[in-house]
T-cell receptor, first 110, second 122 residues
Framework: TQLLEQSPQFLSIQEGENLTVYCNSS?????LQWYRQEPGEGPVLLVT?????EVKKLKRLTFQFGDARKDSSLHITAAQPGDTGLYLC??????????FGGGTRVLVKP | ETGVTQTPRHLVMGMTNKKSLKCEQH?????MYWYKQSAKKPLELMFV???????ENNSVPSRFSPECPNSSHLFLHLHTLQPEDSALYLC?????????????????????FGAGTRLSVL
């Protein structure tokens, strides 16, 4: 069983602060996805990272895939209340199997 | 709007009831999934259908019975559920790419989720 551990489980910050969410595994993934889930909705894909060491930027969000393709991080700069939600990482392994992490619940207070 | 529609959005049922959850995808995808999302637990994959054929059943109790009549529709039939089955049930679809190892490696299996059905079992 491939496990993806996310940390922290919960993060509460003030608007304008920065935050980082981590996603770690002992297994290698062919790619890794980050989703955000808002209350009352299903998860929505933010980004996919494929290459070890890859860094992708999406406005104030920066995603990094570890060199060994076992871990990833999501960094949000100058967080806004609209960034509030549950952030999920998901690793794609052989046979297209997708494994989700436990999620990080982010609350950005105005 | 993700192109995946789930009904109903909310469902309350007793342990002796029989009900069904419905999912429809308008994305032309070839794979559909049922997930269970409980508080304090990772998203749990329940069933996978690829081209209408069930390809995965993650040791789900028989009180959950999936049905996939075509590649656009997926149902989850529920009967004699337990209170611990209360959760958000999410449907998703994706486009799986068949082919050799290189093609499979490039396939990212991006999931498009519906908004879910919030199920409460009394």
């Amino acid at each position: 069983t491939q496990l993806l551990e996310q940390s922290p489980q919960f993060l509460s910050i003030q608007e304008g602060e920065n935050l980082t969410v981590y996603c770690n595994s002992s297994s290698v993934f062919s790619s890794l996805q980050w989703y955000r889930q808002e209350p009352g909705e299903g998860p929505v894909l933010l980004v996919t990272v494929v290459t070890g060491g890859e860094v992708k930027k999406l406005k104030r969000l920066t995603f990094q895939f570890g060199d060994a393709r076992k871990d990833s991080s999501l960094h949000i700069t100058a967080a806004q209340p609209g960034d509030t939600g549950l952030y999920l990482c998901a690793g794609v392994a052989a046979g297209n199997k997708l494994t989700f992490g436990g999620g990080t619940r982010v609350l950005v207070k105005p | 709007e993700t192109g995946v529609t789930q009904t109903p959005r909310h469902l309350v049922m007793g342990m002796t009831n029989k009900k069904s959850l419905k999912c429809e995808q308008h994305l032309g995808h070839n794979a559909m999934y049922w997930y269970k999302q409980s508080a304090k637990k990772p998203l749990e994959l329940m069933f996978v259908y690829n081209f209408k054929e069930q390809t995965e059943n993650n040791s789900v109790p028989s009180r959950f019975s999936p049905e996939c009549p075509n590649s656009s529709h997926l149902f989850l039939h529920l009967h004699t559920l337990q209170p611990e089955d209360s959760a958000l049930y999410l449907c998703a679809s994706s486009q799986l790419v068949a082919g050799g190892p290189r093609v499979i490696a490039l396939a990212k299996n991006i999931q498009y989720f519906g908004a879910g059905t919030r199920l409460s079992v009394l």
